[in-house]
């Protein structure tokens, strides 16, 4: 491997990198033509789908309101967003970058299998198991992470803010570009913070961070998710807030599970484990 490496010169690698980079963009912009195409279909099916309250998030928590006194009332079938357009161009650049934002999200693991095969033969066996299978999980959890933002996160903080007022006098009117600004945003962060996971373990992997850094800072994660939770969905019900910070404290633990234990601590627990003497201490 590594002689095939030092047989290629440095153009070769440039060259390497120019067809990865136009296969990667060619994915990107026929996906992004194809979705131009369907664009109507799946603004009307998807992307607006949480305007209406036949949306699955909301005909399941009524039903399970049914059950229960402790959710708020997601059986109002007459919740409906309707949206405005306040500026002549927006719905065409609109329906434009959706394409291309949808095209993207679509080719990632395309994407990523192009960057694998650019710098996979620099690596060695076992570095190639281990990105493999980094690259692999990367992708399933963003992709999770999409799924919950789209699902769970940005329904319940359209439907509480759609239906928030200060005044009975000021009526809600959304625009457009407001809706799609929330949308893109809250599920694209959503898709990085569920990288999460991934992350602590290339950092573990350097060396930055063990199982001891979570141990001590538990605490303190839990008040920054709960902030965060409350940010991302303001809402002083208990329910929303809990079903938001219940997925980010999941993933604190996963990223504890995944990261390297700490040496130290693991001394520690020899040193008093009952077939070691005291004295060590």
Known sequence: MANDLKEMSFWDHVDDLRKMLLRSIG???LLAIVFF?????????IIL??????FVLYRLLCDLSQHTSILPDFCNDHFEVKLINIQLASQFFIHMSTSMWIALLVAFPYVIYQLWTFISPGLYAGEKRHARGAFLAGNIMFFIGVGVGYFLVFPLTLRFLAEYQVSEMVPNQISLDSYMSNFLTLNFIMGLVFELPLLCWLLSNMGLITR??????????????????????????????????????????????????????????????????????
């Open 37 to 45: 195409a369907l664009m109507p279909h799946i603004f009307d099916r």
């Open 212 to 281: 001891h850094f979570f141990k001590t800072y538990r605490r303190h994660a839990i008040v920054i998710l709960l902030t965060l939770a409350a940010f991302i969905t303001p809402s002083s019900d208990p329910f929303t807030l809990s079903v938001v910070f219940i997925p980010l404290y999941g993933l604190y633990e996963l990223s504890a599970l995944v990261v390297k234990p700490d040496t130290k601590g693991t001394e520690d627990e020899e040193e008093v484990s009952p077939d070691k003497s005291p004295s060590r201490k």
């Open 27 to 29: 994915a990107i912009v």
């Open 49 to 54: 789908a949480p305007c209406h309250s036949d």
